[in-house]
Structures are given as C-alpha cells and as structure tokens.
C-alpha cells in the first residue's frame, strides 16, 4: 500500500515574534517549509493593493470644502498642469506647475503677502489630506496665530506635486509655504501625510531648499507631535530666513 501524502505542517513559529508589537515592518512572518503562511502571502497582496489604491485616490473636496471653514481661513481650489491621473504619473513636471487658471486666481487673491501660506496637496495618496489635514491643522494652526504670523489663504490643490507651492507661495507673496501632501504609498502606510515647508518660494528651487515632517499618522507621528515639530520649524525658518539642509530640527533640545 502506498505511503499517504504527508499534511502541510503548521506555520514555524519565528523567534522575532516578540518584536512585532514595536514596528509595523514585515519582520516575524512565520514559516511553512520553504514558503511565508498563507495568511502573510494574502496579507501582502491585501498591503500591495491598498498602496496601489492609494496612489489613484481623489480628494473629497466636497467634504473638505465643507469642514475646512472651521479653519477660518480664506479658501481657494487649484490645478497642475496635468489634465489626468494618468498624465500625472508619467509627467511629474506638469504637477510642478499650475494651470494658467489657477495662477490667475492666486494673482488676483495677492494683496500686500503673508507669512505663511499652506497648501493641502493630494500628492500621491488623497487619502492621507483626506483623512489627517484637517486634524493636523487644528492643533497647529492656533499656535501660529499665537505667534502672530500672518496667514494666506487655504489652497487646495489638486493633480499637485511638492514644488507646485512654491508657485502658489510666489503668486500669493508668502515669505513661507508649507505643502501638506499624501506622500508615496507603503505597503503599511497607504495614507501617510507628508509636510514640506519652504523659505522665499519661487518656482525652480530644488528639494535641498525644503524641509520636510513625514509619516504624519495616527500609526506614525501622531498629530500632536507633528504640529509641535512643525510649529518650531517654521518659526525658527522665518526667524533665520531659510529653509532646507541649512536648516536643523532641534525642537528636541528645548525638552532636555
């Protein structure tokens, strides 16, 4: 009589395990002879179509256009130059750069500038503005009127890459933009919040001119501690009038 097929074994437990509570990287998987569980396999895939989601995602402007009041800030809608979801991906220089529409409406809002002016920008995942903006700016944005800074209106801003606010920071006369921006998509980030801040915008300026706060999330860097980062950077970048490689996070060293 034949030998019976064996049954597949149970998963191998990993001795990583214990480590899993401290990341949400892809470490302790477990083992099933030579291959990941089943369970790990289906879960990337599941991972892998999140971000790939994420990357396709619009904004909810009608729901965003209808709590971003409580802000009370000035708002305006804008657009790259790319006419497409599509266009955008395979052209990141027409997200660079604002539709003539757009720039006419920033040129007639400018009147004698500010100092800040902050951009909410669907970037490669919408979800994350979607989700984390209007949170995030309800705790930062009673800090900066604290401070008396001078704030311009709220852009919305859609098919946009980072350096679009430097264009819109330019036409609205701002001494700072700051670009809120749904950053690329993880495999266990699909809607990670990306800030980037830059002194004396103007179109042409390269990512060695910004600074940036990343992984703004609950899962992440939650909001209180994104807006208090911010809040510093941004001051201390209008106190020194720069921003980008010269410019340090040393928030930390006020806390020792």
Same mark, same amino acid.
């Given at each position: 009589?034949?030998?019976?097929?064996?049954?597949?074994?149970?998963?191998?437990?990993?001795?990583?395990?214990?480590?899993?509570?401290? =990341?949400?990287?892809?470490?302790?998987?477990?083992?099933?002879?030579? +291959?990941?569980?089943?369970?790990?396999?289906?879960?990337?895939?599941?991972?892998?179509?999140?971000?790939?989601?994420?990357?396709?995602?619009?904004?909810?402007?009608?729901?965003?256009?209808?709590?971003?009041?409580?802000?009370?800030?000035?708002?305006?809608?804008?657009?790259?130059?790319?006419? =497409?979801?599509?266009?955008?991906?395979?052209?990141?220089?027409?997200?660079?750069?604002?539709?003539?529409? +757009?720039?006419?409406?920033?040129?007639?809002?400018? +009147?004698?500038?500010?100092?800040?002016?902050?951009?909410?920008?669907?970037?490669?995942?919408? =979800?994350?503005?979607?989700?984390?903006?209007?949170?995030?700016?309800?705790?930062?944005?009673?800090?900066?009127?604290?401070?008396?800074?001078?704030?311009?209106?709220?852009?919305?801003?859609?098919?946009?890459?980072?350096?679009?606010?430097?264009?819109?920071?330019?036409?609205?006369?701002?001494?700072?933009?700051?670009?809120?921006?749904?950053?690329?998509?993880?495999? =266990?980030?699909?809607?990670?919040?990306?800030?980037?801040?830059?002194?004396?915008?103007?179109?042409?300026?390269?990512?060695?001119?910004?600074?940036?706060?990343?992984?703004?999330?609950?899962?992440?860097?939650?909001?209180?501690?994104?807006?208090?980062?911010?809040?510093?950077?941004?001051?201390?970048?209008?106190?020194?009038?720069?921003?980008?490689?010269?410019?340090?996070?040393? +928030?930390?060293?006020?806390?020792?």
């Amino acid at each position: 009589m034949p030998d019976l097929p064996s049954l597949p074994s149970a998963p191998e437990p990993d001795p990583w395990s214990g480590l899993k509570a401290y =990341t949400d990287a892809r470490i302790a998987l477990g083992r099933t002879g030579t +291959s990941v569980p089943l369970r790990e396999s289906l879960a990337f895939k599941l991972a892998h179509a999140h971000a790939r989601d994420a990357v396709y995602s619009v904004l909810a402007t009608d729901a965003l256009l209808a709590a971003l009041p409580v802000l009370q800030l000035p708002l305006c809608q804008v657009r790259s130059q790319a006419p =497409t979801r599509e266009d955008y991906l395979q052209r990141p220089d027409h997200g660079r750069q604002l539709d003539e529409p +757009s720039k006419a409406q920033l040129a007639e809002l400018a +009147s004698e500038g500010c100092d800040l002016v902050i951009v909410l920008a669907d970037g490669l995942s919408a =979800t994350a503005i979607n989700e984390h903006a209007l949170p995030l700016l309800r705790l930062l944005l009673p800090r900066l009127r604290e401070a008396g800074l001078r704030l311009g209106p709220l852009v919305l801003a859609e098919q946009a890459r980072v350096a679009l606010g430097d264009e819109v920071g330019q036409l609205l006369r701002a001494r700072l933009v700051l670009v809120l921006i749904g950053e690329r998509p993880g495999l =266990t980030s699909p809607h990670s919040l990306g800030a980037y801040f830059t002194h004396g915008p103007r179109p042409g300026l390269t990512d060695e001119a910004r600074n940036c706060v990343s992984n703004i999330r609950p899962e992440g860097l939650a909001y209180p501690a994104a807006a208090a980062k911010l809040f510093f950077l941004l001051q201390e970048s209008l106190r020194r009038q720069l921003s980008g490689v010269a410019l340090k996070d040393q +928030s930390d060293l006020l806390h020792e």
